[in-house]
């Protein structure tokens, strides 16, 4: 049971232009979301995150926009860069049982 | 500042072999939590440990166990290899133990089991 889902295993994107990569979850009570992106050969580092009772949190180039009727998040990057090129995961948290669920995650490529 | 460190960085096991993976968390930080990785799949959260204790644990059998030491650091014990525990294993540290907390990474160690 996939509760967190990236259906876009992968993106190329036109450096310049935006990225959005989007991420569906299906437990209404998941109340806590961050992005993390992935390089080859490190750990996650963490991006951005939201809570629940907020539905949009902006840090510089990236937005987190959170639709809670949708159960639907996504993240947008603007301007696109060739170092953004990495795997994007989202993770979902409840917080009440201090739960984490990741998503496959997506892959993004932003060409120069 | 060092980050999160991992030792080894690969290992190869045979089934039904036992391994320890280590991890030193951030500076600063007193939380340890373990993640496992398989191909083409997010990280899936094994345990997390503070003050040499484990607190929180997902859903892993009882052959993975852990510990975490007086310094903050800790070992991942994987009992019985078997062949679907070949994984990358990460360790994260983190400044407070809920999971909303943002989680600083280690680089992971690959786990190959034959």
């Known amino acids: 049971d996939q509760q967190v889902k990236q259906n876009s295993p992968s993106l190329s994107v036109q450096e310049g232009r935006i990225s959005i990569l989007n991420c569906d979850y299906t437990n209404s009570m998941f109340d806590y979301f961050l992005w993390y992106k992935k390089y080859p050969a490190e750990g996650p580092t963490f991006l951005i995150s939201i809570s629940s009772i907020k539905d949009k949190n902006e840090d510089g180039r990236f937005t987190v926009f959170l639709n809670k009727s949708a159960k639907h998040l996504s993240l947008h990057i603007v301007p696109s860069q060739p170092g953004d090129s990495a795997v994007y995961f989202c993770a979902a948290i409840i917080t009440s049982y201090d739960k984490v669920i990741f998503g496959p995650g997506t892959s993004l490529s932003v060409i120069p | 500042d060092a980050g999160v460190t991992q030792s080894p960085t690969h290992l190869i096991k045979t089934r039904g072999q036992q391994v320890t993976l280590r991890c030193s968390p951030k500076s600063g930080h007193d939380t340890v939590s373990w993640y496992q990785q398989a191909l083409g799949q997010g990280p899936q959260f094994i345990f997390q440990y503070y003050e040499e204790e484990e607190r929180q644990r997902g859903n892993f059998p009882d052959r993975f166990s852990g510990h975490q030491f007086p310094n903050y650091s800790s070992e991942l014990n994987v009992n019985a290899l078997l062949l679907g525990d070949s994984a990358l294993y990460l360790c994260?540290?983190?400044?407070?133990?809920?999971?909303?907390?943002?989680?600083?990474f280690g680089p992971g160690t690959r786990l190959t089991v034959t």
């Open positions: 994260a540290s983190s400044p407070g133990t809920g999971l909303y907390y943002e989680q600083y």
